[in-house]
């Protein structure tokens, strides 16, 4: 078994919490909850709650959370972790018949501050009670009576198939969350906040603290969820209202509170695995021929470049910076929907989610980053990507960013641009050489003759590119682009190639940055 594939439904765990182990020195794990004068209670809750005990809780110095556990379950296993199972009639709401319930994450393994939920019915939210007989145990030795408290939940909303429940998204470690949407499994997560991602020294992982879970009525087409950030650097206040449909929708709207200056700040931040495809395969003895969560990075940029970034798993960190300002949007994507690409009937990597973030409002200037870290297998999430502000977030103000997300099959606005399907890499015919194969699809190319006016434009930072060709692939009724690029024995180079016609460009804009292996 692959374990990072185990969903976070049924006995699974949100394995994205694993990148806390990977890149986090162990004193950075903790994360405060210790009770303060601006800690959450039950009490009258509006939509501006919220953002009030942020503020006050950032004039406060930061304080570590408990991560003591009772003997019996202080060091659970993964697979012990698992055997705690959350007893589904025991949902919050499951009896009202509304449109969403609630199911709750027990603490323990990676899993140990407990997180404060509540529930907002009429203006008054009320602690959501934790008690030993919401869950199961397939050893009953960790079943402990005390009051531990929740690590996390998720949200299901009613079967399509005719089952009991389709799981909808969850909230577990850290300040992580994953969605999506009827017929897939969970793959990539995103984050509340990124600060300090890639940076050697490690990196400060903020924490949902507490949560308040708006009742719904029995027709509200969506879920509206308030969560309080808490790290050492900042606190924040988010309000998610989550649509489920065709795309599983995020609308959300956070307010950041910095306690000192944040330099290395990530907006939106996205996290996810590649491990390999054909393209980097000749790395690893591995049967299936890709392995991956997310495929590539989009951009969408201010002037309206769309931007198609193939993901690696490179030799070395990789940080790449695509600086722009007020983007239209960006996201990891899964655009293979292919089962034998993959050939993995447990991880069914063609039925990941790809997530879009769409900013709200203007975002002015700054960057897209990129993160690829080395992994040697499927386990660790190794890919994060975020926006990332040009001026730092100073100590005591208020910083407001807006965004829509879409977890789904595709990118949630049409292109006329041909769109990229697939890389291959491998060796040219001479010396210091590689090959680079594109393949394009779209109605911008599809049908097109060999004597359509398209050329590529082709460009590299390093060595020299030759062998040009473009012509129609009858495989896939788009066109094929491929080149050399003569290296002459440099270490990198950043290419970047675009499909033009007579009025511009006919394709999206394809970048890489090639190491040598």
């Not at 050329?455 to 030759?466: L, M, Q, R, V």
Request: hydrophobic residues 40%; glycine residues 10%; neutral net charge.
């Amino acid at each position: 078994m692959h374990r990072r594939n185990v969903l976070l439904g049924g006995s699974g765990v949100a394995l994205a919490g694993l990148l806390e182990t990977v890149l986090l020195p162990k004193a950075a794990l903790a994360e405060g909850n210790d009770k303060q004068a601006a800690v959450p209670g039950p009490g009258p809750f509006e939509g501006s709650t919220v953002r009030r005990l942020a503020q006050a809780l950032a004039k406060q110095p930061f304080k570590a959370p408990s991560t003591d556990l009772p003997g019996a379950i202080k060091s659970l296993s993964y697979d012990q972790y698992r055997g705690i199972r959350f007893r589904k009639e025991r949902a919050l709401w499951r009896d009202q018949k509304l449109p969403f319930e609630v199911q709750f994450f027990p603490r323990g393994f990676l899993f140990r501050p407990a997180v404060d939920i509540f529930e907002v019915v009429d203006g008054k939210a009320t602690a959501v009670p934790y008690s030993a007989d919401l869950f199961t145990y397939d050893d009953p030795n960790f079943r402990v009576t005390e009051p531990l408290g929740f690590a996390g939940f998720r949200i299901h909303v009613p079967s399509q198939g005719g089952g009991d429940s389709d799981e909808l998204c969850a909230f577990l470690g850290a300040s992580y969350f994953r969605a999506i949407t009827k017929g897939q499994q969970y793959g990539l997560s995103a984050r509340g906040l990124a600060i300090g991602t890639g940076n050697p020294k490690g990196e400060e992982f903020a924490r949902f603290r507490s949560f308040w879970l708006e009742k719904p009525k029995p027709d509200s087409p969506a879920l509206v969820i308030y969560a309080l950030l808490d790290s050492e650097s900042v606190t924040g206040a988010y309000r998610f209202t989550v649509r489920p449909g065709s795309a599983t929708v995020f609308d959300v709207e956070s307010v950041l509170y910095p306690r000192v200056d944040i330099t290395e700040v990530g907006i939106a931040p996205l996290t996810s695995m590649y491990q390999l495809s054909p393209k980097d395969s000749r790395r690893f003895d591995e049967w299936r021929p890709a392995v991956y969560d997310s495929e590539a990075l989009l951009m969408w940029t201010g002037q309206g470049e769309q931007i198609w970034r193939p993901l690696c798993n490179p030799v070395d960190l990789q940080f790449s910076v695509f600086g722009q300002a007020n983007p239209r949007g960006f996201g990891l994507m899964q655009r293979d929907r292919i089962f034998a690409d993959y050939q993995d009937l447990e991880a069914r990597y063609d039925k990941r989610p790809s997530l879009w973030i769409e900013p709200i409002g203007d975002w002015g200037q700054g960057a897209i980053d990129l993160v690829e870290i080395p992994t040697a297998n499927e386990t660790n999430d190794n890919i994060v990507s975020f926006w990332r502000p040009k001026d730092k977030l100073a100590a005591h103000g208020e910083y407001t960013f807006t965004y829509r997300m879409h977890w789904a099959w595709d990118t949630p606005w049409p292109t006329q641009l041909a769109r990229v399907t697939k890389t291959f890499i491998g060796a040219g015919q001479a010396e210091n050489s590689r090959i680079f194969v594109i393949d394009l699809v779209g109605e911008a190319v599809k049908g097109k003759s060999a004597d359509a006016p398209f050329k590529p434009e082709i460009t590299t930072s390093k060595g020299k590119i030759s062998n040009v060709l473009a012509l129609p692939n009858p495989e896939t009724g788009g066109w094929r682009v491929s080149f050399h690029l003569e290296h002459g024995g440099d270490k990198l180079a950043e290419l970047r190639c675009v499909l033009l016609g007579e009025s511009g460009p006919v394709s999206e804009t394809w970048l890489y940055r090639w190491t040598a292996s």
